[in-house]
C-alpha cells in the first residue's frame, strides 16, 4: 500500500499522464515544414513524422511501402495541396485505407486553406502537359507570414481529433504568431537593400518569397514547372539575363547545377543553392531556420 502510494506522489510530481488517451496523437505530414510547424503547434500533445525529406523536390516523390504504413497509423493527415503531392500521394492513401484521414474528414488538413494564392491559372491546365503547378503556386510556406494561416489551419485539425488540447493549440498558434512577427521584422530589415532585385530561379518555388521581400524573378531555368529545360529556351535565358544585369540564379538543392552552372558561365550571373525547406539533413530543423538561412545566404550573393 505504502509502495502504491509512493508511486502515486511520485507520477503526479512528474507529471505522468495516467491515462492511456494522453498518448501523443501521431500526425503525419507531407513535407518537412509542415512537420516542423506542427511541432510548434502540437508540441508535447502530437508525435510529428514526415514523408518527403526536405532535400527533396516535394513535386515527385518515390511512393514506398514504409510511407503507407505511416499513413495507416496517423489520427492526423497535412498536406501542402494544391497538387504539389498530386504525383504521388493519391496512391499511399489509397494504400493506407486509413479514411479518417482522407480529404473532407476530421483527420485531414489542407494547409493551403485560406492562403492568398499566386499565379492561380484562370482555366485548369491539364496536368498532362506537364504543368506541375496547375491549382496555383504550391509553394506558398515560403512566404514566412503564410506560416501564421498554416498554423491556424494545423491547430483546427489537432483540435478537430483532440478538442481537450484546444487552449494549448490556440496559445502555440499565438506564440508561433508572435515569434514569426518578430523574426519578419529582422529578416525585412535584412532584405531591405535588395528591394527589386532581379533574379532566375532554376523551378517556380520561389514567388511568395520574392514578393513577400521585393523582389522579382524574370526568368527559370525550366521552360514550366516541372518540365527540364531545352537548349532553346536556356539561350533565351541566357540572353535575358544579360539584358536584365540578373546577377544570380537560384537553384533548389535538389536540381542538378550543371545546367544551372553552364547558364552562369555564358551569361555572367552566380549559381545560389537556396534551400526551400526545413531539413533535418542541413541542419535547419524549424522554420525560423529556414529564413535565417535563406535570408543569409541571399544576402551575401547579392551584395
Ligand atoms: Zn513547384
Do not use: C
Request: glycine residues 6%; hydrophobic residues 40%.
Amino acid at each position: 500500500m505504502k509502495q502504491i502510494f509512493v508511486w502515486g506522489v511520485l507520477l503526479v510530481a512528474m507529471q505522468i499522464p495516467l491515462s492511456v488517451d494522453a498518448a501523443p496523437i501521431k500526425v503525419i505530414t507531407t513535407t518537412e515544414d509542415l512537420a516542423a510547424i506542427t511541432r510548434e503547434i502540437g508540441g508535447d500533445r502530437v508525435q510529428v513524422d514526415f514523408i518527403a525529406k526536405g532535400v527533396q523536390d516535394p513535386h515527385f516523390i518515390e511512393a514506398k511501402p514504409s510511407y503507407m504504413l505511416k499513413l495507416s497509423r496517423a489520427k492526423l493527415f497535412v498536406q501542402v495541396g494544391l497538387g504539389l503531392e498530386a504525383e504521388w500521394i493519391p496512391s499511399l492513401l489509397m494504400g493506407a485505407r486509413n479514411v479518417k484521414i482522407l480529404r473532407g474528414r476530421n483527420g485531414h488538413v489542407d494547409a493551403s486553406e485560406g492562403v492568398a494564392l499566386l499565379e492561380v491559372p484562370r482555366e485548369r491546365i491539364d496536368r498532362s502537359a506537364g504543368d506541375v503547378h496547375g491549382q496555383g503556386n504550391p509553394h506558398y510556406w515560403l512566404d514566412p507570414l503564410n506560416g501564421k494561416q498554416i498554423a491556424r489551419n494545423i491547430a483546427a485539425g489537432l483540435k478537430r481529433i483532440d478538442p481537450e488540447g484546444k487552449e494549448q493549440y490556440d496559445q502555440n498558434v499565438i506564440q508561433f504568431s508572435r515569434r514569426l512577427d518578430a523574426a519578419m521584422a529582422r529578416w525585412s530589415e535584412a532584405m531591405k537593400p535588395f528591394k527589386e532585385k532581379k533574379v532566375i530561379t532554376y523551378h517556380n518555388s520561389w514567388p511568395y518569397f520574392l514578393r513577400r521581400f521585393g523582389l522579382m524573378a524574370v526568368g527559370y531555368v525550366e521552360p514550366k514547372p516541372g518540365i527540364p529545360p531545352s537548349s532553346s529556351h536556356l539561350i533565351q535565358l541566357i540572353e535575358r539575363i544579360k539584358e536584365e544585369k540578373v546577377k544570380i540564379i537560384i537553384v533548389e538543392p535538389y536540381f542538378n547545377s550543371k545546367t544551372p552552372q553552364f547558364v552562369a558561365r555564358k551569361s555572367g550571373a552566380k549559381v545560389v543553392v537556396l534551400p526551400p525547406s526545413v531539413s533535418k539533413a542541413t541542419g535547419m530543423t524549424d522554420y525560423f531556420q529556414l529564413f535565417d538561412h535563406i535570408v543569409a545566404t541571399l544576402t551575401t550573393a547579392l551584395e
